[in-house]
């Protein structure tokens, strides 16, 4: 069973910051959250992962509570192409990943 | 990060035969993995390839449908045996490159597989 909760889809405005939100209140302390995207029938690409700092790449922002039952997964200014499947995963170690089923983010223009 | 191909990116079969597909890296990876996404659904984990020896299948998922070969680092293959219309999914090729604690998984660009 997945250990997260996603909504099942959203929309974003071109340009604007598209926040995607995932519950992972039963998260152990060793487990990491990491977040992949999938567009339309690709395979998944890794996007971010994170334990309990925030974190930034050059694709995205994450934002872990500090509680780490929750995180935030931020694309800061959304474009077309970012129109993808979201998945986000906890993982502890190198165990297997296992996907859910995802939100499906729209970036609306 | 890798560099990871898939072959063939996509086929039309036909049931009761079988098709292999291919997975080659453009650096040694320490794990492979194969997936499955059948429509409209997420992934599933097949199996772990593992170098020289008989791959690792999860639950429901068995070496005589679904045989695996990994003879290198860079390398791996997937068979799907006496394919049924059911078989119909996306097949995804993904490697770690070490065994560090955290490492990332990588995916292929997958195999999209119809059989009729």
């Known amino acids: 069973d997945a250990k997260t909760t996603q909504p099942t889809s959203m929309d974003c405005a071109e340009g604007r910051a598209a926040n995607l939100p995932c519950n992972h209140s039963t998260i152990s302390g060793n487990e990491y959250v990491y977040w992949y995207r999938q567009i339309h029938s690709q395979g998944p690409q890794y996007i971010i992962h994170g334990l309990k700092n925030n974190e930034t790449n050059e694709m995205a922002s994450l934002i872990i509570t500090e509680d780490r039952k929750s995180s935030t997964l931020i694309l800061p200014h959304a474009t077309l192409r970012d129109t993808a499947v979201y998945y986000c995963?906890?993982?502890?170690?190198?165990?297997?990943?296992?996907f859910g089923t995802g939100t499906r983010l729209t970036i609306i223009p | 990060s890798a560099v990871i191909s898939q072959k063939p990116s996509r086929d039309i079969c036909q049931r009761g035969t079988s098709l292999t597909i291919q997975c080659q890296v453009d650096?040694?990876?320490?794990?492979m993995f194969w997936y499955r996404q059948q429509p409209g659904q997420s992934l599933t984990l097949i199996a772990t390839a593992n170098q020289g020896s008989e791959a690792t299948y999860e639950s429901g998922f068995v070496i005589d449908k679904f045989p695996i070969s990994r003879p290198n680092l860079t390398f791996s293959t997937l068979t799907v045996s006496n394919m049924s219309p059911e078989d119909s999914s996306i097949y995804l090729c993904?490697?770690?490159?070490?065994?560090?604690?955290?490492?990332?998984?990588?995916f292929g660009p997958g195999t999209r597989l119809t059989v009729l």
């Open positions: 995963i906890v993982r502890f170690g190198n165990e297997k990943l296992t």
């Open positions: 993904s490697v770690e490159m070490t065994r560090n604690f955290p490492d990332t998984q990588y």
């Open positions: 650096s040694q990876v320490t794990m």
